[in-house]
């Protein structure tokens, strides 16, 4: 597969994704569908030369029915897909220079993420006056509560599937990775801030 070839793979990915979107994250599409279907019968009408009135009372009732169940389910879709949906890259934070220490685990929202600090530099600068408090990052990928292997994610329109490869383990839920694991790293956070405030009274 040559460049071109690649980039124009890429445009249509992203084209299907934005069509995705539009039908099952915006209001505006069942709306648009609903005037549509609510129209065609009078555009008909004008073509045919027939009393509007008398084209609408002709659709069975059976079929405005079915047309009113797919629109609720439409946008019973529509509410689902906004609450699941989280606008956030997974890689927003970059590997630091000297790599990630490892601090421990959390068990949260019955999966396992790995807590870590960056490593510090070896030869410090005695002219840095930054803070030296210790920073702290939840890895991106939650870890098996079996196994520990990391957990991949599929998007099932209704739900998203956290799942193992080790084990089978599955979760069903409608977050991200990346939703619930801003929430660990706040109560990883507080945790640490805990612990800090423990050491001071101590001292």
Not at 61 to 85: H, N
Request: net charge positive.
């Amino acid at each position: 597969m040559n460049k071109l070839e690649k980039i124009l793979l890429l445009y249509n990915k992203l084209e299907y994704m934005s069509f995705k979107k539009f039908l099952t994250e915006s209001y505006r599409s069942p709306v648009a569908a609903t005037i549509l279907v609510l129209i065609s019968p009078f555009v008909y009408s004008l073509f045919v030369n027939k009393d509007w009135i008398a084209v609408y009372s002709s659709i069975p009732q059976f079929i405005w029915v079915i047309l009113l169940i797919i629109l609720l389910l439409w946008f019973l879709t529509i509410i689902i897909r906004r609450k699941m949906s989280y606008h956030s890259g997974p890689f927003s934070v970059g590997a630091p220079y000297y790599g990630w220490r490892d601090l421990g685990e959390l068990p949260y929202f019955n999966v396992i993420w790995k807590i870590r600090t960056p490593n510090p530099d070896p030869i410090p600068d005695p002219f840095d006056i930054r803070n030296k408090k210790l920073s702290i990052d939840v890895e991106y990928f939650p870890r098996c509560p079996n196994c520990k292997t990391k957990l991949e994610m599929s998007d099932n329109l209704y739900w998203y599937s956290w799942f193992c490869v080790g084990c089978g383990f599955n979760l069903k839920t409608w977050n991200t990775f990346d939703r619930v694991r801003h929430r660990a790293e706040k109560i990883a956070e507080r945790e640490l801030e805990i612990m800090e405030e423990q050491s001071d009274r101590q001292n």
